[in-house]
C-alpha cells in the first residue's frame, strides 16, 4: 500500500499506519466495543487526538468465543487483509492496578498475503455494562485514509459510550500512584468534540466507583510523580490547555460539575 503517497514524514506515517490497521481491526471485531485512546481517534479523527498504538477493548461474552470469533473473522478478513491472533503474556506491574491489567495479544496483519503490520490488542471485561451498549462511529478523515488508498469507507465501529470512558478516566487518573497522565488531555478532547450527558455521567461514575471499590466519589485529582513529562507528551500539537497544573484544575472542576457540587462542596 502506498501510504508513505499520502503522508509527508514519518511521524505521519505511522500514525496513518496505526490508524488504519486498528480501524481493519476494529471492521472484524466481534461482540463488544472499542475503547481508550483508539476509540476517541474513530470517533473525533485522526489529527483532532492523541497518538496511541493499542487497540483496547471490553468484551461482551467469554474471553475464549471472543478470541475465536475474532479468529474467525480475521481468516475470512476484509478487503484482502486477513490475520492472525498471537497471544502474550498479561503484564504485571508493581504500580498498576490489577484491574487494568488486560488480556493482551497481537494481530498480525497481512495484505494479499503478505505480512503487513502488528495490531497490540487488549482486550477488558464487561465491567458495569460498558461493553453492552455500542455508539456506532467512523471518523470522517479516518474514513478518507482508505478512499485515498483506493478502498472503500470502512464501516462504523462499536465503541465504548463516552459517559463510561469519562468514568473510566476519572477513575484511573484519581487512583494512588496514577500514570494516566494522558486521560487529562483525553477527556478535554471530549469536552470539546462529544456532547457530555452530566446527569448519566455522574450515575455511571457513581456505579463504577462503587463496583471498583478503591476510592470514594467524587474523586479528586492530584498531580502524580511524573506527570509533568507524560501530560506534555500527550498534548503536544493538541487544543488542550498546555499546562499541567491547568489541565488538572479543569479536570476537578469538570469532576464538580458532574456531581453537581460547587468547588469545595463535599456533601453530595
Avoid at 35 to 40: F, P, Q, V
Avoid at 172 to 194: F, M, T, Y
Avoid at 230 to 243: C, G
Wanted: some cysteine; overall charge negative.
Amino acid at each position: 500500500m502506498a501510504i508513505r503517497r499520502i503522508t509527508s514524514s514519518e511521524r505521519d506515517f505511522v500514525r496513518y499506519r496505526t490508524t488504519i490497521a486498528n480501524a481493519i481491526v476494529g471492521q472484524l471485531l466481534p461482540s463488544g466495543v472499542v475503547k481508550g485512546g483508539t476509540a476517541l481517534k474513530l470517533r473525533f479523527g485522526n489529527s483532532a487526538t492523541r497518538f496511541t498504538t493499542d487497540l483496547d477493548t471490553a468484551r461482551s461474552e467469554s474471553l475464549d468465543r471472543f478470541i475465536d470469533e475474532l479468529s474467525e473473522r480475521l481468516d475470512e478478513g476484509w478487503e484482502g487483509f486477513t490475520g492472525r491472533i498471537v497471544t502474550r503474556t498479561p503484564a504485571s506491574p508493581a504500580d498498576v492496578p490489577h484491574r487494568y491489567v488486560m488480556q493482551p495479544f497481537d494481530v498480525k496483519l497481512s495484505y494479499a498475503g503478505r505480512a503487513w503490520c502488528t495490531v497490540p490488542l487488549e482486550v477488558g471485561h464487561n465491567e458495569i455494562g460498558d461493553a453492552c451498549e455500542p455508539e456506532l462511529s467512523m471518523s470522517p478523515d479516518v474514513a478518507e485514509m482508505f478512499t485515498l488508498l483506493g478502498f472503500p469507507e470502512p464501516g462504523p465501529i462499536p465503541l465504548m459510550p463516552l459517559h463510561h470512558q469519562i468514568a473510566q478516566k476519572l477513575h484511573g487518573l484519581s487512583e494512588p500512584n496514577s500514570k494516566r497522565a494522558h486521560d487529562l488531555v483525553d477527556l478535554q478532547l471530549i469536552s470539546k468534540h462529544g456532547s457530555v450527558d452530566l446527569r448519566k455521567t455522574r450515575e455511571t461514575c457513581e456505579r463504577l466507583f462503587a463496583y471498583r471499590k478503591a476510592q470514594p466519589w467524587p474523586c479528586e485529582i492530584r498531580c502524580g510523580t511524573g506527570w509533568g513529562e507524560l501530560y506534555a507528551s500527550a498534548a503536544a500539537d493538541l487544543p488542550v490547555l498546555q499546562d499541567l497544573n491547568d489541565a488538572i484544575e479543569w479536570a476537578n472542576e469538570l469532576i464538580h460539575a458532574i456531581a453537581g457540587q460547587r468547588p469545595g462542596d463535599a456533601s453530595q
